[in-house]
């Protein structure tokens, strides 16, 4: 109980002091910022050193001053340094017998000459100064020792001025370069070896201007002087550098880079060559292959590549091996490094990525925008490279030179590798940034202007006719963009780097010329056939205006098939050899390449769309009639108003039959044997879900599935085509044999449904395509009527099905209904007559007037003698209008023309193959199938997406099949005079 009082007792007597430093602490925490002053080492004074560790200005101390790096102190002139501990040093005033401060500041010494301006003692130019004993003890006096420049010393004192050291080894006799001799770079040359008055100046053709740069008017003259006179190894290399700077190109000075450069190439002609290669001469680096002309396509189109490549098999070979030679501005060599990432490739992709660039026949390219500013702090100093081909061995190892074409090379003035082959001038050795030659005052200031190689590209070609996978040398081909530097934080440059294959084409276009050219022939001949047989279903014999354009028109269509079957076939060779091939042999064409086969593929779809166009004309313009056989069943009549006279008529049939064949007529015309939303769900499902879109590619892998993380190259138009095109009929062609085998079979065939009805309806029809010619559907029911209850029809059906009536045949004991027709010229006649009081069209019932009235009753009995005049023909009522029916000769059915002209009589062919079908979409398949083929596939060629093409393309089989349903629903309510109204 004690305790429990005490330490209350305790809190109570120091409560009010506890309480008020509590306070003051808590508002001390909460006023705490932690907030100092901002200071750099340039804003201490003279008198003040930055201290690092509290990064503020500390006063220095007594006799003391700010040092050269800002970050200490030291001792003022003529005071040395008595002590230090790292934080702080002691200084003290040299005594005047002793009044200089020796190099390390730690003594004071007399000196044997004058004293600088430091402080310190001063010995004359090629002396040293001497302070110290060989044992390091201070001597009371310095000395000032003189440098033996001359031999056999030669020697002068080093930079620091505390001991001699051996000059120069191009001074030969004396450490000294006296007259005549020229000193340049620290070498001493013979007088006359070389124009001293070199030219500095580095051209940018794009920028239309050059500057004095400030590294070529430090080491041109050097280094070209040293390779000429002394044949020094790195400065031959840096002259070659400092050329290479320059494009390689030469110009009419010679005394630039370049011209120094060949100045000294022609010197060391009668030198030997170095690896054997008459360009490479001794102690120079190669630059260039010579300037023969056709040396190009010597050096890059007559000897392979002695190794194949191979994208399967125990023998696959895929991997290029690219090598470089790496040397520094100086000439210097650094290393040997295989060529890959961070050196060619500039653009930040990944390792898998950038290592598909050197797998075999993938088509690859980079791109992207870099930073100027990157750029300089990146690539102070350019490096130069020479590339080599790894041919392997294990033992005797092979390399072998890449070829460079640099675009931006001159030759007075001209740009000869944006030329034809014939004038390039092949070179060698090559940089990716350039951010030291433009520096225009000093080398330390901000360049003027940058040059990067914008585009790198190296291009492989395909020996012709190789079994092996055998290639050409490769060619690197280089493109430099100058950048004139105004604002390096906002300027960005855009850098390609990209590999193509390629094979001479000449062979393959040659054979799609040929092709085209054979099957435009047959085109022709098959055009005139067409053309003939037209004028013969016409009756005319003319040659005038409007046959050389149907001519035209058919030749159209004809060769819009040449194209496409070329097209098609040749898109779908490449996909299969190039995919499935072991050993190299075919290499894709190249994107410019594709040019002429993409214009095969607009000429197909523009002429299959006339033919298109030609056949919907066609259609909508076809003469239909429904020929009604029902006759009244019975006597009796009706009694009509005649005038001012009451007359009995027999009762009217039914017109109900005929809206309804002709409203199945008007939903039949625009079916196919495909299901077109099937079509393009099946082909999208094949190129995006499955992935076969993949085929596509610019590689030779034949894989469906790829890795998000691997390179995807471009697509080829070819492939894409092909595969596009060869997918889509394909899937076409299976639709129309299920249906053909199968759906039209078992589930239903909807022209077949149409005779029937017809023959059920009891009414025939007549389709004429052209003036004399058509088709005739025989609806003629073998059991007199139709107009009946329900109860007779099923019995009628039911005799039907057990033969115990009449076939439907046209003739006796005969089930052919459907027939071609060719009508002689007379009939037709007769048929236009009657026709022209029929083929008005009548209007609205409500709004017809009493004019109106006679007009549809002349039309009505215009409508009634037709009926009678045809049902009679086919009766066989009119001698001199008869006609006779026969088979169509096999070659008649190939070629598609009659042989036979009808003079006398008509002729009817028989047609079990429905042909009626012409006349509508169904027959047309083909025509319909090549047309949404080619537009599916211009529009991805146009848009590179699949999807976006089957959009179109199922918009334009809904407008299309809309017009057509539309102009074919108004043309048969003009031939038959059935009323729009009743056509649903």
Sequence with gaps: MATRRTLPSVVNRHKVPVIVFLLVYIDLLNCQQYVIPFKAPSDCSVEEFFDIS????????????????????????????????????????????????????????????????????????????????????????????????????????????????????????????????????????????????????????QLKFSIQSAWFFKNLYSSSAACLVFSNLTACQALGNMCVMNMHSFSGISTDACGLFNTIFRSKAALSSTQDISYWRVNLPWLYYGDEPGLAS????????????????????????????????????????????????????????????????????????LSVAELLGTHSEPLFYDLFMDLGG???????????????????????????????????????????????????????????????????????????????PPLLTVTYTDVAVTDINTQTVTTTFAVEYEMDQNEARMKTDTALGVMGGVAVLYSLLKTISWKRRIASQLIDAKTMLKFLLFYAGDLANVFFAVTVGTGLYWLIFYKAQQFVSVLLPLPDQEEQFVTYIGCAFALKAVQFLHKVILQVSTDVFFIDWERPRSKTSRTVQAGDDLKRDPAPVSIWRTYFVANEWNQIQTIRKISPTFQIMAVLFFLEVLGFSNLALRDPWPTLQRSPQAYTPSYSLMLRYGLAATLWLCIGLLQMIFFTVFHEHFVEDKIRQFVDLCSISNISVLLLSHRCFGYYIHGRSVHGHADTNMEEMNNNLNRESESLCGQRGLLPNTEIQTFQVSLTTRLRSHYDRIREQIEQRHGPSRLIDGGSVNQFEQRARGYRTMNHFLGSIIDHAHPDMDYIVKDKLMFEKIIGMEFLEPSEKSLFYNDEAHSFSNVLFYGNEATLLIFDTLFFCVVDLGSESFVLAAVLTCVQQMIFRLIRNSLGRKNLVSKTLVDERFLI
């Design 298 to 369: 010597r050096v890059l189109q007559t000897d392979p590549v002695p190794i194949g490549f191979s994208f399967r098999g125990r023998n696959k070979n895929t991997d290029i091996n690219l090598l470089a030679a790496v040397y520094n501005v100086r000439g210097e060599f650094l290393r040997w490094e295989p060529i890959g990432r961070d050196n060619l490739q500039l653009c930040p992709e990944t390792t898998t990525k950038q290592a598909a660039a050197f797998s075999f026949g993938t088509a690859f390219e980079e791109s992207c925008d």
């Design 54 to 205: 509290s990064l503020s200005c500390v006063k220095c101390g007594s006799n003391q001053r700010r040092s050269s790096t800002g970050l200490s102190c030291s001792c003022k002139t003529g005071y040395q340094t008595l002590t230090t501990d790292k934080a702080s040093i002691t200084c003290q005033q040299c005594p005047t017998d002793k009044p200089a401060v020796i190099k390390d500041g730690f003594g004071c010494i007399r000196c044997p000459g004058s004293v600088n301006d430091e402080g310190r003692c001063q010995c004359p130019p090629g002396n040293i100064l001497v302070e110290r004993d060989v044992n390091g003890n201070l001597l009371d006096e310095a000395s000032c020792e003189m440098c033996n420049g001359n031999s056999p010393g030669l020697s002068v004192p080093n930079p620091s001025g505390d001991r001699c050291e051996r000059c120069q080894a191009f001074f030969m006799n004396s450490c000294v370069c006296n007259p005549p001799n020229v000193l340049a770079g620290g070498l001493c040359f013979p007088p006359g070896s070389l124009s001293t008055n070199v030219n500095p100046f580095v051209n940018y053709a």
């Design 394 to 472: 294990s033992e005797n190892r092979k390399l072998l030179p890449l070829p460079t074409l640099v675009y931006n090379q001159q030759y007075n003035g001209r740009f000869i590798n944006q030329e034809n082959m014939k004038n390039w001038y092949l070179s060698r050795r090559m940089f990716v940034v350039d951010t030291l030659s433009g520096r225009e005052k000093s080398l330390s200031s901000l360049p003027k202007v940058i040059r990067v190689a914008s585009s790198v590209k190296i291009r492989f070609q395909l020996v012709p006719r190789t079994q092996e996978g055998q290639i050409f």
